[in-house]
């Protein structure tokens, strides 16, 4: 009996000393991370670029180190207000001056665990080696922003020209004090009607500049707004799925979906198509009729088809190492109007199919939506692979929701693996590549033939047994 509650005093205080150590240890990071946040930017540098409906920016840091220790990580922020259209974001280190310029790239993730005031977001830059007491290094980050322009007014007739709203903050939010920093934001054309004054500001031509500021604490905010002309189409594909199939007999099929929407001001009254072709500069300057297809270059049997039937009113043009395709749908879209379509091709297999070194096939693919300069709000890429394909992965660059299906065809009998992958808020940047492997053993590739020539084996006995058969009533 005594020994036993010598021992469990003895687990007793066992676990009060790994309380307590674990205790220790989450302040000493705590503490870390504190520390961490010495670094002082000495020279920001942002440039906005409005001139589609896609935003990307490009913000360049002078960053140093001003603490004891040495610092792993930079951190940016953002407020709530963009964060939810931040469609990618990319930061690399520089090197060198011009002609000598080196570019590394940088692990960029959102940092969960810590958030600014006013719900500002965080994300964290990983330096390529820590940064030492009193060192700098040069970081550049570039990231997009979609749906941030408002129209404004939110409906126009034809004949107006398409207004938007940008809002932001002339100085940028930082978690660390700015020594030096200037904003340009360049706009399509020259047409702005306002724009918020945070002395120094200034606008020439089609550039307005904020700034230089210096001195700013951590987590200032001056909110701007500029109004602005914007003509460019706003073409965003509510829904795109893209079904590609590879059919180990040579062939990759291509089917893509689409349901486009014309995202800008909204149309009011009536449409005039006499007036629309008659004066394309004043009339409904802000609709698009033609879309730019990039299909890869050796696509054969391409097609491009509506509820109706198929549009002829497309150009393919091939070359050695791109196809392109213009696309004009059935009638003009203004802001507001709809159309659902259905591109398809083909490609050869030996384009987009290989073996790895450890025996696996792998298809090699763009991930993104061909049509330039366009949003996807939701892609689905959908792989199918042949009947008889084991273990499949797919490696994308970039972080998707993704899950399996069986989809069955003509002489299926196990049905055949699909990988779907899927995202949201999709750029054109994101038309990497991406690989989906798997096993696949060719006595499958047989499976059909021998399913086939054993039914046409059958019917031919059949019918031998038939011609043969006596079946006359006469003896
Ligand atoms: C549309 O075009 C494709 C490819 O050229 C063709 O296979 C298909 O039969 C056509 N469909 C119609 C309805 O004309
Ligand atoms: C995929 O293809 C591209 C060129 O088309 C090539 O650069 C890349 O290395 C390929 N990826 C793999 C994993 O083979």
Redesign the pocket.
């Known amino acids: 009996m005594e020994i036993f509650i010598a021992r469990s005093r003895l687990t007793l205080i066992f676990l009060l000393f790994v309380l307590i150590s674990l205790c220790f240890r989450s302040s000493t990071s705590l503490s870390s991370s504190t520390t961490e946040s010495v670094l002082q930017v000495l020279t920001a540098e942002r440039r906005i670029d409005l001139a589609s409906h896609i935003i990307r920016v490009v913000l360049t840091l002078k960053v140093q180190n001003d603490g004891a220790s040495p610092a792993s990580n930079v951190l940016l922020a953002f407020p709530p207000a963009q964060v939810k259209h931040l469609a990618l974001i990319q930061a690399a280190e520089v090197a060198g001056k011009k002609r000598k310029k080196s570019i590394h790239p940088l692990d960029v993730k959102p940092s969960n665990d810590i958030n600014g005031p006013n719900g500002a977001k965080l994300y964290s830059i990983s330096f390529r080696n820590p940064l030492g007491t009193g060192g700098s290094v040069s970081i550049e980050v570039s990231y997009i922003l979609t749906q941030s322009l408002e129209p404004f007014p939110v409906e126009i007739s034809q004949s107006e020209p398409q207004l938007v709203l940008y809002r932001d903050s002339a100085l940028i939010l930082s978690p660390y004090e700015i020594k030096q920093q200037t904003t340009v934001i360049r706009t399509p054309s020259t047409k702005v009607e306002s724009f918020t004054r945070v002395e120094p500001s200034t606008q020439i031509r089609t550039e307005l500049k904020y700034g230089p500021y210096e001195d700013q604490p951590s987590f200032s905010y001056t909110p701007i707004l500029v109004h602005f002309e914007n003509n460019n189409p706003f073409a965003v594909v509510e829904e795109l799925v893209r079904e590609i199939e590879i059919s180990h007999w040579g062939n990759l099929q291509v089917t893509e979906h689409y349901t486009l929407v014309h995202n800008g001001a909204r149309h009011k009254g009536g449409f005039s198509r006499v007036e629309y072709q008659s004066r394309p500069t004043i009339s409904g300057v802000s609709s698009f009729k033609h879309l730019l297809v990039k299909l890869p270059p050796r696509v054969h049997s391409v097609y491009y088809r509506d509820s109706i039937g198929n549009i002829s009113t497309s150009h393919l043009r091939t070359s050695f190492s791109k196809s392109e395709m213009e696309i004009e749908p059935r009638y003009p879209l203004l802001g507001g109007w709809k159309a659902t379509f259905v591109i398809g091709y083909g490609l050869p297999l030996e384009d987009v199919l290989?073996e790895s070194a450890d025996g696996k096939r792998?298809l090699?693919f763009s991930f993104g939506c061909p049509i330039a300069e366009t949003l996807v709000n939701k892609i689905t890429n959908k792989v199918v692979l042949p009947e008889g394909s084991k273990n499949p992965t797919a490696?994308v660059p970039f972080s998707v929701e993704r899950h399996a299906e069986t989809s069955y065809s003509y002489l299926d009998i196990v049905g055949r693996p699909v990988v779907v992958l899927e995202k949201e808020n999709v750029v054109p940047e994101h038309n990497s590549?991406f690989?989906v492997y798997y096993d696949f053993h060719p006595m499958f590739m047989l499976a059909e033939p021998l399913m086939l020539t054993s039914v046409f084996f059958f019917l031919f006995v059949a019918a031998l047994a038939y011609i043969h058969m006596d079946i006359s009533i006469r003896k």
């Open positions: 290989f792998y090699n490696v590549l690989q």
